[in-house]
């Protein structure tokens, strides 16, 4: 029995201190996982960016906070690996952003679409004399002018009237064989006689004269052959002119041309026949309708552009020879192509490319060709689909971060299966400090440049740049897009190669000119 006691005893004891054991050891258990918790989220608060970058420079970095040369604050960025585990098998080059940070930086996407690119271009002309409508008087005979009724270059004339006398021999002289012929009544000699003062010219209302008379005109009278204004007048009373010497010259302005030119790119947008319109400074709101009546077959060796020919109705002579003015010709119809909004396209001068929004916050910048454009929208050639979504505002940041990396292909999406085998996806840096707030004002630079190319119908023109100090920047060559503030008269005399002196401001990730004088001309 006092056995079977210190047994039970035994037994007890040792569940006891076997029950003490396991607790403490699932104690310390505890501790060490609440230890690596809190050591892990400790490391995480205490997380150090790998760099600080440009929001619009991904190349300009610091090792600390601090301003871009634009002015705007500089990003925080913590690297591939800052995001879930699933990063490493997604797409290379695109960023991943939090809701609040596209709401933050204002991201606006549109959707690339099949449509016509309806066209215009947008150029300046000249109004001149329909030159198929001059009539250039010349004389047929030798002799002095004794009679001159109009007195000046562009003077009006009507049909019929009178505008200067001729005294010459040999019209006399046909004069005179003519009525001897009549009064022998000889039908042969007559006839020939006539064609001979026919031939000389000799106009029907002096033939009229002279058969009723029958006495010969020793100056001899000639009349306008149409109503219009005296383009040229090269003779004075008492000249002596001979067959070839241009007396004087009438235009008629109830038709005029317009020459006006179009950018060499532009060529394949125009053909004859095509309708245009055209207003003048003088009659602000008035429109005259027209048509392309001619295309020159050579382009402009100095300003590489391609004349073309307008023809305009004038009845009521408001138009006058060299007056400015401005046309817009309604371009060919296109086939329906790939369009994006303009400014969804980011052009570097070396690569043209756009972000696309992959969805879920996903976005990657793609290499686009770019084709035709108008004022709205651009044509893409290769590098997006229709129905492809694409960044339209902010896509300057959110391609900072994605072309670091990016392979700038197309990312083919097909479900979920394609994501297998992808590279790595870099996390957005978070800007929830940066808020629309905080941005800073809008930044502006002067700098000197030279002209590339101008594009009067898009208002773009790339120059060469030179260095802006105060960004520590250097020279560039770049895109700019002329400012609604520019008068058009000031831009339509913007050449290629000529030297400027402009200011220009950064708005929604375009850069702006906002005054502008060529060098040695008056400051604006």
């Known amino acids: ?26 104690e310390q258990e505890s501790n060490t996982d609440m230890g690596h918790s809190s050591d892990a989220a400790q490391r995480q608060s205490k997380k150090t960016p790998l760099y600080w970058v440009a929001p619009m420079d991904a190349n ?28 490493q098998s997604e797409q290379a080059g695109r960023v991943k952003v939090s809701p609040n940070v596209v709401n933050n930086l204002g991201v606006r996407t549109d959707f690339a679409r099949i449509a016509p690119l309806e066209n215009t271009i947008q150029t300046v002309g000249y109004v001149g004399y329909n030159e198929d409508k001059i009539v250039h008087m010349h ?63 000799m106009p029907k209302e002096a033939l009229l004269q002279l058969d009723s008379r029958n006495e010969v005109m ?12 005296l383009e040229h007048l090269k003779i004075r009373h008492g000249f002596y002119v001979e067959p070839g010497t241009t007396l004087m010259s009438i235009a008629s302005l109830e038709e005029v041309w317009v020459e006006a030119e179009v950018f060499e790119h532009q060529v394949d947008l125009i053909e004859e026949g095509l309708g245009v319109t055209m ?35 004038n009845s009521e002579r408001l138009l006058k020879p060299n007056m400015f003015a401005n046309v817009t010709i309604e371009a060919k119809p296109s086939l329906p192509v790939v369009l994006v909004p303009r400014n969804a396209v980011i052009r570097t001068g070396v690569q043209d490319r756009v972000v696309l929004a992959l969805g879920d916050g996903y976005f990657k910048s793609i290499e686009v060709n770019l084709g035709r454009m108008n004022r709205e929208f651009i044509e893409i050639q290769s590098g997006i689909h229709a129905g492809d979504e694409v960044v339209v505002s902010a896509q300057f940041l959110l391609d900072s971060q994605s072309s670091i990396s990016s392979d700038f292909k197309r990312y083919e999406h097909h479900g979920a299966q394609n994501m297998q085998g992808m590279t790595d996806t870099q996390d957005m840096p978070d800007m929830n400090t940066h808020s629309s707030a905080n941005k800073p004002n809008i930044q502006q630079a002067s700098v000197r440049g030279v002209i590339n190319s101008v594009d009067v119908t898009t208002r773009q023109v790339n120059i060469s740049r030179a260095g802006i100090e105060k960004w520590n920047r250097g020279p560039a060559t770049m895109d700019f897009v002329l400012g609604s ?13 000529k ?26």
Request: with cysteine.
């Open 139 to 201: 004389p047929r005979v030798e002799g002095w002018v004794d009679a001159l009724y109009v007195s000046t270059a562009g003077e009006s004339v009507t049909k019929g009237q009178k505008v200067y006398g001729i005294y010459s021999p040999q019209l006399v002289s046909a004069q005179e064989e003519y009525l001897l012929a009549k009064k022998r009544n000889n039908p042969a000699l007559i006839k020939a006689a006539r064609l001979r003062l026919q031939s000389l010219h």
């Open 218 to 229: 020793q100056s001899v009278t000639f009349y306008a052959p149409q109503s219009g204004v």
């Open 499 to 524: 030297a400027i002196q402009f200011t220009f401001e950064i708005r929604d990730g375009d850069f702006v000119i906002t005054k502008l004088c060529v060098v040695d001309e008056e400051t604006p």
């Open 279 to 313: 207003s003048v400074g003088y009659l602000p709101g008035r429109q005259w309708q027209g048509k392309l009546d001619y295309i020159y077959p050579s382009l402009d060796e100095t300003t590489r552009a391609l004349r073309v020919r307008l023809r305009f109705e």
């Open 60 to 87: 300009f970095r610091r090792d600390k906070p601090g301003k871009s040369p634009m002015g705007m604050d500089l990003i925080p960025f913590f690297g591939a690996g800052s995001g879930n585990s699933s990063s």
């Open 1 to 26: 029995m006092r056995t079977f006691f210190n047994v039970t005893i035994s037994f007890v004891v040792g569940a006891v201190i076997a029950l003490a054991i396991y607790t403490q050891l699932n």
């Open 485 to 497: 503030e520019l008068e058009q008269a000031k831009i339509n005399r913007l050449q290629e190669t």
